[in-house]
């Protein structure tokens, strides 16, 4: 055994022991193509899904005993996951917090806007069914986040967005528990000039830190609207982008400097719907690379890095990948 095994197999023999205190679910070489929308990814050798803020407790205990590197995954729609797959804990964030309420008590201090109020989601609800409830209640704001897969921690981090808008537009406040090794375990609470985001990309928050939930400013509205808004903008959606095939939506943000679109780009370089393996420029919206069926992250990133070396030399143009790539090339 060597080195690398030996500690892979302390840090599992760590969580192995401590298995009976902890109330979520615990796996170990569990393949993660079961848990990313690309379906495509090897093993973590452990795989952690807390349901509580004791069970996270206890994964930061594990952290600090024996050096674990982590990784957090929410829906895994904005995710590539190595072949290799993650040598390390996963921390699959889907059952920690799924609160969704109204702050009473915080309505009066939100003087922006007096029909406004604020909603609290968890970190770990998901974006098409907290979507599903604001159009029942009539609770507006949060309709740019129409289509996107994900869950509202993994919005947060990529400051997800449509042509409508992106996550930093309603948010007020962010509290989260670091798990990182060598600080405290307790909520961090970010909130107004804290919250600062670019596109795409959140700039606030430190490594390791789980968001445990959010507010967001909203408005009362007939529920008609939001539900029309969103029914559309569902509509639209569709008939652009290869929804029918795994993907993780857009590859490469858009390359803002060369007033292009990143689908332009990769069109103007003749990749739309150029194979690598069973990986695809997908013909209808060539910023995605679709998986054909069995396609292997190492055809994912073949075609990125095709795109990318290319479109610099070629155009000039710097693609920078939007998906998160984990694990090893
Ligand atoms: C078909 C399709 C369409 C898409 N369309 C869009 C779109 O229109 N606009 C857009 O912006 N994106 C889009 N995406 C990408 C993706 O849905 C978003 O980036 C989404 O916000 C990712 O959320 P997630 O929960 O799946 O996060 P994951 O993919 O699991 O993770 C993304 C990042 O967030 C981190 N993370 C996740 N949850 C937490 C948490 N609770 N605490 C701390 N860190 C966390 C992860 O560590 C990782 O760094 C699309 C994806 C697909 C598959």
Redesign the pocket.
Known sequence: MDKRQKSEENWAQWFKNHASSFTGALFFDEPLARY??YQIGGPARILAAPKCLEDLKLLKEGVEATGVPF?????????LVSDQGFEGLVIR?HQ?NLEVQTTESEKASDSRDSEGFLLRTG??VL?SSLLRKTAQEGWSGLEFWT????????????????HLG?SQDRLTRVE?YSLERGTRFGPSIFTGEDLKFQY?KNLF?PPG????SADWRMDHVEPEKVKNLIDETLKR?KLT?P?DY?????VFKNPKSSGKNAWQVIDQLGLRGHIEGKAQFSEKHPN?IINLGGAKASDVLALIRLAQSRAAVELGIELEE?V?FVGEE
């Open positions: 990313t929308f990784f957090i995954l929410g829906k895994g729609s904005n995710l964030t920690l970190g770990s974006i289509g996107i897969p994900g869950s509202v921690g993994g919005a947060i981090i990529m400051n997800a967005g449509t992106e989260t795409r928050l830190h789980i968001i445990w959606r982008q929804i795994p993907s993780c939506g857009s995605f939007e998160i």
